[in-house]
């Protein structure tokens, strides 16, 4: 039972595993403080690594700029809260990075000795390693909803530029109803959803539509600008 408890994890469109932690910022109750707001939660391995040093250094960076697409970052790692709060003082206090120095993590990062929430949301991987957790990432959305869920290996720092791509693609296939192709950036051409009918599949294909460029009946896209996409996430 314990074993499979281990390794189980949540999936794409379940609701986020609640429970209640002690972080950085004082307790949280997950999801309910953050309803309303995207959420990252991620995990990594151990405190006063370098590949976490370098991550925490950099999603606290661009901290604000997640903050104004509506999202907020939650940390976690199995180590205590005196070793967490020491590792984020040495960060701030001795640690310059890629140009970043003086860089101050406030967002909460939960302590998690118990390995309690890395269990539940499967961030034990046994393969990997049995005592820590490996670098995953849960996009939850306003309504306590895994949208996207990536893993990489305790050897891998992970992309934050991705990371942020991947919550603006999110909002954008919401807000418009459409999908993203490949390697899609804001202002980029999206997907339309297909066709439901043999009548505009055939409209399509005729270019009745032209805001509409289809490349067969069921490969449809259209412009969306930069501009329209970044006033509906951002907040004003």
């Given amino acids: 039972m314990e074993e499979n408890q281990v390794i189980a994890m949540p999936r794409i469109g379940d609701p986020a595993p609640e429970f209640k932690a002690m972080t950085t910022q004082g307790e949280i109750n997950f999801p309910h403080d953050y309803k309303g707001s995207w959420v990252i939660l991620f995990s990594h391995p151990a405190d006063f690594t370098p590949v976490c040093t370098s991550e925490f250094m950099t999603f606290a960076s661009m901290e604000q700029k997640f903050n104004e697409a509506n999202c907020k970052l939650v940390g976690l790692s199995v180590d205590g809260l005196y070793s967490h709060i020491a590792w984020l003082r040495t960060i701030k206090e001795k640690i310059e990075y890629k140009g970043m120095k003086n860089v101050e993590v406030t967002f909460p990062l ?117 501009d329209t996409v970044m006033k509906k996430i951002l907040k004003k």
């Fill in 110 to 226: 939960i302590e998690d000795i118990t390995m309690d929430v890395a269990k539940k949301y499967g961030m034990i991987q046994p393969g990997e390693s049995n005592t820590k957790a490996v670098r995953a990432v849960f996009f939850i959305d306003p309504k306590g909803i895994i949208r996207t869920i990536i893993y990489y290996p305790l050897s891998l720092g992970r992309n934050f530029e991705e990371l942020y791509r991947v919550l603006i693609a999110l909002q954008t296939a919401d807000e418009f109803g459409i999908a993203t192709p490949a390697d899609w950036q804001p202002g980029d051409d999206v997907i339309v959803p297909p066709a439901g009918s043999c009548g505009t599949a055939k409209d399509r294909m005729e270019g009745k539509d032209p805001n509409v460029k289809c490349y067969d009946w069921f490969f449809c896209t259209k412009k969306l600008d930069k």
